[in-house]
C-alpha cells in the first residue's frame, strides 16, 4: 500500500512538471501568457531600475502587443510615469530592450520618440511612452518568464 502511495505521489508530481501545472509568479507579481510582471514604486533611475529587476530574477519589462501594454498600465500605480526596458545606446538610434527581445511593438504618441533622452517610461496619463534622460527618478515595471515549482 505504502509502494502505491509513493508511486502515485511520484506520479502527480510528474504529471505537474511535465504539463506545466507546477509554474507560477513568485508571490506579488501578476501572470499574463507565461511571464510574470511587477510594479516597484521606488523611483530609481533607469540603470538603477534595471539592476533590481535583475536581483528579482528579469528584467525591465518588455512589451511586444497592445495586450501586455494594456497590463502594465493596469499595474502602474503611482506617478505619472514608469520605466520601462526600452532604451537607444545612442540618441536618436534604434531602441532595444534591456531583455534583448526584439522591439516588435511601440506606443509612443504621435510626436515621439522626440530625442528628449536615451529610455523609455511609460506615461499612466495618456497610455503612450516617452523617451526620457536615463538619469531621471521614477517608478518602475519588471518582467520575468514564469518558474516552475522546482525553481523557487
Request: proline share 3%; net charge negative; glycine share 10%.
Amino acid at each position: 500500500m505504502a509502494l502505491t502511495l509513493r508511486s502515485f505521489l511520484l506520479l502527480c508530481v510528474i504529471s505537474g512538471a511535465v504539463t506545466g501545472a507546477w509554474n507560477r509568479c513568485p508571490e506579488g507579481w501578476v501572470e499574463l501568457e507565461h511571464r510574470c510582471y511587477i510594479y516597484q514604486s521606488q523611483e530609481m533611475t533607469f540603470l538603477g531600475a534595471e539592476k533590481v529587476c535583475n536581483i528579482l530574477g528579469g528584467n525591465l519589462v518588455s512589451i511586444h502587443n497592445s495586450l501586455e501594454n494594456a497590463v502594465v498600465f493596469d499595474l502602474i500605480q503611482s506617478g505619472p510615469t514608469a520605466w520601462i526596458g526600452l532604451h537607444s545606446a545612442i540618441l536618436d538610434q534604434d531602441f532595444l530592450w534591456t531583455d534583448g527581445s526584439i522591439v516588435t511593438f511601440t506606443a509612443f504618441n504621435s510626436d515621439g520618440p522626440d530625442g528628449l533622452g536615451n529610455c523609455v517610461q511609460f506615461s499612466r496619463l495618456d497610455g503612450f511612452w516617452q523617451d526620457h534622460p536615463c538619469d531621471v527618478r521614477a517608478p518602475f515595471v519588471c518582467i520575468q518568464d514564469v518558474k516552475s515549482f522546482g525553481d523557487f
